[in-house]
């Protein structure tokens, strides 16, 4: 099966471009040159992933990756996100509106064709797993789901992706160089404030169940994922 891959890039040029190295990469390319399109793109069926330019015309990048987020349907489908040097102060903003990856134009399209396959590795990993359950907190992997109790909790991607590699290394504290690696993966160059980004997050998501104490801060080392206090 040829992995689909939503281009939403206003810019024709940059759409073609990484057309043909998806083509030759042996992936699907399917093109929005805006959020509108795109939108319509995915109501038929969701793609394998996005790669979703930040300033587009109308509703930005930004924003729709909130909203593509915010529906279940494509909550799990892996965005990567196209952003112009200078707006990467807005990275912050961005790894919370649950965005997998940043490739910075101009890039070339075989670092891009890189990231893309490091994304969908993960994606693919994460449903693959088994279930798992520690401290009240509990992981479906194959459904992709956490529940505290039997309440199911809400959780970005990312988050799902750091909660489930703490729970299947807990007790074991992790410096952010590590959680960068074991979590976003060796080959994607991502700051490690980026790491407490989205602890802050998980932290948040486990808060209305009372289970983010489990998501511990160790003193000049990283994180930790631990019931005992
Ligand atoms: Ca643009």
Do not use: C
């Not at 990231?115 to 797993?129: E, S, Y």
Request: aromatic share 6%; proline share 4%.
């Amino acid at each position: 099966m040829h992995k689909r891959i939503l281009v939403v890039e206003d810019e024709a040029s940059i759409r073609e471009m990484v057309s043909f190295a998806l083509r030759k990469a042996d992936m699907e390319a399917i093109h929005a040159p805006d959020a509108h399109a795109a939108l319509v793109a995915i109501s038929d069926t969701p793609p394998d992933l996005i790669l979703l330019d930040w300033m587009l015309p109308g509703m930005t990048g930004l924003e729709l990756a909130r909203r593509l987020r915010a529906e279940e349907r494509t909550s799990d489908v892996p965005i990567i996100m196209l952003t112009a040097r200078g707006e990467e102060m807005d990275r912050v903003n961005g790894l919370d509106a649950g965005v997998d990856d940043y490739v910075v134009k101009p890039f070339s399209t075989r670092e891009l064709i890189a990231r893309i396959k490091a994304v969908l590795r993960r994606a693919q990993a994460d449903g693959g797993t088994g279930s798992l359950e520690i401290g009240g907190l509990r992981i479906d992997g194959p459904a992709h789901r956490v529940y505290a109790g039997d309440a199911q909790v809400e959780i970005g991607p990312t988050e799902y992706r750091l909660l489930h590699f703490f729970m299947s290394h807990a007790e074991r504290a992790y410096s952010r160089a590590q959680l960068l690696d074991q979590v976003w993966g060796g080959s994607v160059y991502v700051e490690e404030r980026t790491v407490d980004v989205h602890i802050r997050r998980l932290r948040k998501t486990l808060e209305p169940f009372g289970l983010d104490s489990l998501i511990q801060t160790v003193r000049g080392t990283g994180y930790r994922f631990s019931t005992t206090q």
